[in-house]
Structures are given as C-alpha cells and as structure tokens.
C-alpha cells in the first residue's frame, strides 16, 4: 500500500479520464444556457445592466477563470454586462480571455487604491454612465455586486439608481441545465476519485493534511478549481465540527471526518461529507450510534426534497435532531448548490424562523447536510449528500455508499 506522499511521487492515478470517460458536455449550449438565465433575471429587475465583481459571477457569465481566489478577496476585475448587448470585461490583469471587449480597469480594492478609492470610484461611475449612452438606454438603473460603498454614492451622484446585483447573479443560477448537471456530476467523481484515495491511506501515523492533499490534488489533476475550507479532522478533533485538516496524526479507533467543498472542473462544486473509521480494530458503538442517527437525518431529510415543497414546510418536518446534539449540530439542513454553496440555507426549527420563505423547483441542486456530536464528547459524524431535485423527487447525485463498519 502506497503513503500519500508515494501517491503523488509516482502518481498513475490522478486523471480520472484515463479509467473513465468524461460526460460529453455541450460548452456553447451551456454558455448560450447561462447567458439567457442571466439576461432573464437582467430584465426581471428592470435594470439596463449589472456590474458584476464576484468570481463565481464572472466564470458563469463568460468563463472568466484567473486568479478567482485572490479577487475574492482583492477585486480587480469587473464586468459590465448589460440587459441587450455585448459585455465588457474591466480588467485588472493582462488580458487573459480570447475577447476584444475588455478595458483596463480602476482600482477598487485598497490593494491597488489606496486611500484614493473616492477618487477611482467616480471614473468607475463616469464609465457606467458612458456605457449607458453607448448602448443606447435611457434606463438609469443598474445592478452591483459586493463593491465599496464609494462606488454606490458616486453612482448616485450621477443619478443611477442602485440595487444589488446579487439578486440577479444568485437567481440567475438556481436552475441547472443538463449540461450543468453533467459538470456537476463530473466534479462529484473527482472528488469521489479523491476520497477513494483517501480511505485507501487512512492507517495510523498519517496526517489529516496529508489525507487532504490527496482529494486536493486530485481535484487540480483534472482541471478542477479549489476548496472553499479544508475541513478533515480526526480523532478528538472531529468535536465540535468545523476544525480544519492539521498536522495531528491519526490514531487506531479514530473516526476520520471530511467535507470536500471543491469548487471542481468546468468551476462546478462537489460537496460531499463522509465519516470514516481507522483501524484496526471496530468502531465503538457510541461512533455506530453517533453515524445512525446521522445517516437518519439524511435519510429523512431527503423523503421531503420534491418539487414544489415550501422551504417553511421543510423547517418544519425535517428531522428532529435529538436535544443532546442541538447545541453541535449543523447550521443547516439543506443548502443550494451550483458553482459554489448557493441559495437557499434551510436552518433547523430549533435555531429560529427562517429569513425568507420558497419552493423547491425542478433543476434545483442541493446538499442535505448532517452533524452529530454531543458537547463534550470525544467523537462526531458528518455526512452530506448531494441531490438534483426531478419531477418524481430527487436524484443522487453522489454515489459513495454508506460505511458498512459504521452503519
């Protein structure tokens, strides 16, 4: 049996293409898809355009990649993208994509701004009201995404009205196509690929981070993105949930507990939690418990997912966790899913109302989610599957089974 680290020296394994075929994916029938949503939500707002800054945003409205985990926290580059028209892409880096519509653009982090982001913010705003007359509206509002707000107040200096652009960029993403669903499928068998080799390392004396960087180099081995947290613990660590992947060694009769939040290839997410056992030895049947009750929640949790089930209803019948493990539980029970953690976030009934209320809709995705852990306790369970809400219901989309020593 290879380590981790023989596993990357003398990979044979990573490129999942090479023992399976790729979903035949349909890339301008997906783009044409993606456009359309956006345009739709565009004009559902009335707005005459939407100035778009989150990454996510920008890879789904034209397949902008580079540097999406430094903008996210240093924004450099936005993009005008209008309700009729062409698009055009203020860039912060050397221009990076096979189009014509791109122009340099201002600063608007402090990391290239400085204390002077009045002063770009009012360019910004010049080149907005330019962008109107060029494509001829007389529509003086406009959408923006997650920007200072210097960019808001110089926009209505100039008498544009302003409304956030999330609503539009989040809607716009709700209903996956087919070849969504392809691309969502693709990266849940990396990170299934990943995971595969994961348990086939976990034995005692290897690392947390070691077991992590093999689903993370899986995932950059076939073109994928990045992870949104490292989130594998072990042993004591797995209680309370949220501890990241460390240098903490496992150890025989530890519960190994991971979730992969992989923003994949083609930029889709594989969001998956599984719980593992390290050997030798059995689980003890405090850890079988804590993995039953988890497995129930899913399992409960995923009879309400159909169309049409109002997310209040769903507060309401999902899974009573029991009290000794409310305090540890989960934020929610069931979130969207896309290119990233998406809208809604369904919280349980126990932690209050929810702040809004809707349906479930067919070509919807979604992860139902589940921690156990008692405070205090040595050991917790996570599990998550990923599902497509159908006309009948759900689809699975993630294929790992359950662990036969824990179940």
Same mark, same amino acid.
């Given at each position: 049996?290879?380590?981790?680290d023989?596993l990357?020296?003398?990979?044979?394994?990573?490129?999942?293409?090479?023992?399976?075929?790729?979903?035949?994916?349909?890339? =301008?029938?997906?783009? *044409?898809y993606?456009?359309?949503?956006?345009?739709?939500?565009?004009?559902?707002?009335?707005?005459?355009?939407?100035?778009?800054?989150?990454p996510?945003?920008?890879?789904?409205?034209?397949?902008?990649?580079?540097?999406?985990a430094?903008?996210s926290?240093? @924004?450099?580059?936005y993009l005008?993208y209008?309700?009729?028209?062409?698009?055009i892409l203020?860039?912060?880096?050397?221009?990076?994509?096979p189009?014509s519509n791109?122009?340099?653009?201002?600063?608007?982090?402090?990391?290239?701004?400085?204390?002077?982001?009045d002063?770009?913010a009012?360019?910004?705003?010049?080149?907005?009201?330019?962008?109107?007359?060029?494509?001829?509206?007389s529509?003086?509002?406009?959408?923006v995404?997650?920007?200072?707000p210097?960019?808001?107040?110089?926009?209505?200096?100039?008498?544009?009205d302003?409304?956030?652009?999330v609503?539009?960029?989040?809607?716009?993403?709700?209903?996956?196509?087919?070849?969504?669903?392809?691309?969502?499928?693709?990266?849940?068998?990396?990170?299934?690929?990943?995971?595969?080799k994961?348990?086939?390392?976990?034995? @005692?004396?290897?690392?947390?981070? /070691?077991?992590?960087?093999?689903?993370?180099?899986?995932?950059?081995a076939?073109?994928?993105?990045?992870?949104?947290?490292?989130?594998? *613990?072990s042993?004591?660590?797995?209680?309370?949930?949220?501890? =990241?992947?460390?240098?903490?060694?496992v150890?025989?009769?530890?519960? %190994?507990?991971?979730?992969?939040d992989?923003?994949?290839?083609?930029?889709?997410?594989?969001?998956?939690?599984?719980t593992?056992?390290?050997?030798?030895?059995?689980?003890s049947?405090?850890?079988?418990y804590?993995y039953?009750?988890?497995? /129930?929640?899913?399992?409960?949790?995923?009879?309400?997912i159909?169309?049409?089930?109002r997310?209040?209803?769903? /507060?309401?019948?999902?899974?009573?966790?029991?009290e000794e493990?409310?305090d540890?539980?989960?934020?929610?029970?069931?979130?969207g %899913?896309?290119?990233?953690?998406?809208? @809604?976030?369904?919280?349980p009934?126990?932690?209050?109302?929810?702040?809004?209320?809707?349906t479930?809709?067919?070509g919807?995705?979604?992860?139902?989610?589940?921690?156990?852990?008692?405070?205090g306790?040595?050991?917790?369970?996570?599990l998550?599957q /990923?599902?497509? %809400?159908?006309?009948?219901?759900?689809?699975?989309?993630?294929?790992?089974?359950?662990?036969?020593?824990?179940?």
């Amino acid at each position: 049996m290879l380590t981790p680290d023989e596993l990357v020296l003398k990979d044979n394994w990573s490129d999942l293409e090479r023992i399976r075929e790729k979903p035949d994916i349909g890339l =301008e029938c997906l783009h *044409a898809y993606r456009t359309a949503q956006l345009k739709r939500e565009i004009r559902h707002h009335d707005v005459a355009m939407c100035v778009m800054v989150n990454p996510i945003s920008l890879r789904y409205a034209i397949n902008y990649r580079n540097y999406a985990a430094f903008m996210s926290h240093i @924004p450099c580059t936005y993009l005008f993208y209008p309700a009729e028209g062409s698009f055009i892409l203020h860039n912060g880096f050397e221009p990076s994509i096979p189009t014509s519509n791109q122009e340099t653009g201002h600063p608007i982090s402090y990391f290239y701004g400085g204390d002077n982001l009045d002063h770009f913010a009012g360019l910004l705003a010049k080149d907005v009201d330019n962008f109107l007359t060029e494509i001829g509206t007389s529509n003086r509002k406009v959408a923006v995404e997650y920007v200072n707000p210097s960019i808001t107040l110089a926009l209505a200096k100039l008498d544009i009205d302003v409304i956030d652009g999330v609503l539009i960029t989040e809607r716009a993403r709700l209903i996956k196509s087919e070849d969504e669903v392809r691309c969502i499928r693709w990266a849940i068998a990396v990170a299934e690929h990943g995971i595969g080799k994961i348990k086939e390392s976990l034995r @005692p004396g290897v690392s947390e981070l /070691q077991l992590w960087g093999l689903l993370n180099y899986a995932n950059l081995a076939n073109d994928g993105d990045w992870h949104d947290g490292r989130m594998l *613990a072990s042993g004591p660590r797995t209680n309370p949930w949220f501890q =990241e992947a460390s240098k903490r060694k496992v150890e025989s009769g530890d519960l %190994v507990a991971f979730d992969t939040d992989m923003i994949g290839p083609m930029g889709y997410f594989a969001d998956i939690s599984r719980t593992l056992f390290c050997g030798p030895g059995k689980p003890s049947q405090r850890q079988k418990y804590l993995y039953r009750i988890a497995m /129930q929640e899913i399992e409960h949790n995923l009879k309400l997912i159909k169309p049409g089930a109002r997310f209040s209803d769903l /507060q309401q019948s999902a899974f009573a966790v029991p009290e000794e493990f409310q305090d540890g539980a989960y934020p929610c029970f069931v979130h969207g %899913v896309g290119m990233c953690d998406e809208y @809604p976030h369904l919280k349980p009934l126990n932690r209050g109302s929810l702040p809004y209320d809707g349906t479930l809709e067919c070509g919807m995705v979604l992860c139902i989610e589940s921690y156990m852990g008692s405070k205090g306790e040595r050991d917790g369970v996570k599990l998550e599957q /990923q599902v497509l %809400v159908t006309p009948d219901g759900y689809d699975l989309l993630t294929t790992l089974p359950y662990e036969t020593d824990l179940a």
